[in-house]
Nanobody, 119 residues
Framework: QVNLVESGGGLVQAGGSLTLSCAAS????????MNWYRQAPGKQRDLVAT???????NYADSVKGRFTISRNDAGNTMYLQMNSLKPEDTAVYYC?????????????WGQGTQVTVSS
């Protein structure tokens, strides 16, 4: 079992910055990758950024060059640094962890944090 708690969302003007955090607890040694997803009203949940156990990162085209995903050395906190925010970045942002136990994969989700970017 992995528990995830996001924080750091809020209201920001276009062009501003926010940093989201995701605190993981429980069986964090099973985590193969952690992701940030976002879901805007009436839209599907989309993958924003990924960081793997080996610290490889990947980004959606829409956020490349503006967002940075990272993780602390203990591996129990993940961050999403968001710069040059645009109104279209407005969404609920979700932390996701992919747990791998003997190649049985389980997804865990946080409760989400709202990010609102005003124009």
């Amino acid at each position: 079992q992995v528990n995830l708690v996001e924080s750091g969302g809020g209201l920001v003007q276009a062009g501003g910055s926010l940093t989201l955090s995701c605190a993981a607890s429980g069986n964090i040694r099973c985590i193969d990758a952690m992701n940030w997803y976002r879901q805007a009203p009436g839209k599907q949940r989309d993958l924003v950024a990924t960081i793997t156990r080996g610290s490889s990162t990947n980004y959606a085209d829409s956020v490349k060059g503006r967002f940075t995903i990272s993780r602390n050395d203990a591996g129990n906190t993940m961050y999403l640094q968001m710069n040059s925010l645009k109104p279209e970045d407005t969404a609920v942002y979700y932390c996701n962890a992919v747990c791998n136990i003997r190649f049985a994969f389980t997804n865990y989700w946080g409760q989400g944090t709202q990010v609102t970017v005003s124009s």
